[in-house]
């Protein structure tokens, strides 16, 4: 499995951003796909979550409300859509996958097996 993220750029703060991430590979019913972010200096944290086949989702209480994880299957395309951003959201942001879904969804990058390359997203002030 293959995954190439896209989409990030240099925003002010309050502005919205779809980030894309493409899926090359086999999925099945038991695919989930994660987003993650990491800022200089700072751990690699969870953002969102989705079931591949399904509407299951999970989000970080940090994000709640204001981005969205969707897909789009016939595209083999995930998305993360970022409203209202703010300056603590900048950091690369990383698509992720692996096979399961856990209650509360998977939080812990070293659940998932599959990463794309990171896309930067930068909220200034």
């Known amino acids: 499995v293959q995954l190439q993220a896209s989409g990030g750029g240099l925003v002010q703060v309050g502005s919205s951003l779809r980030l894309s991430c493409v899926v090359s590979?086999?999925?099945?019913?038991?695919?989930?796909m994660g987003w993650f972010r990491q800022a200089p200096g700072k751990e690699r944290e969870f953002v969102a979550a989705?079931?591949?086949?399904?509407?299951?989702?999970a989000y970080a209480d940090s994000v709640k409300g204001r981005f969205t994880i969707s897909r789009d299957n016939a595209k083999n395309t995930l998305y993360l859509q970022m409203n209202n951003l703010r300056p603590e959201d900048t950091a690369g942001y990383y698509c992720?996958?692996?096979?399961?879904?856990?209650?509360?969804?998977?939080?812990?990058?070293?659940?998932?097996?599959?990463w794309g390359q990171g896309t930067q997203v930068t909220v200034s002030s």
């Open positions: 989705t079931r591949w086949y399904g509407g299951t989702t």
């Open positions: 590979g086999r999925t099945n019913s038991n695919y989930v």
């Open positions: 992720s996958s692996r096979e399961g879904w856990v209650a509360g969804g998977p939080r812990r990058s070293s659940e998932y097996r599959y």
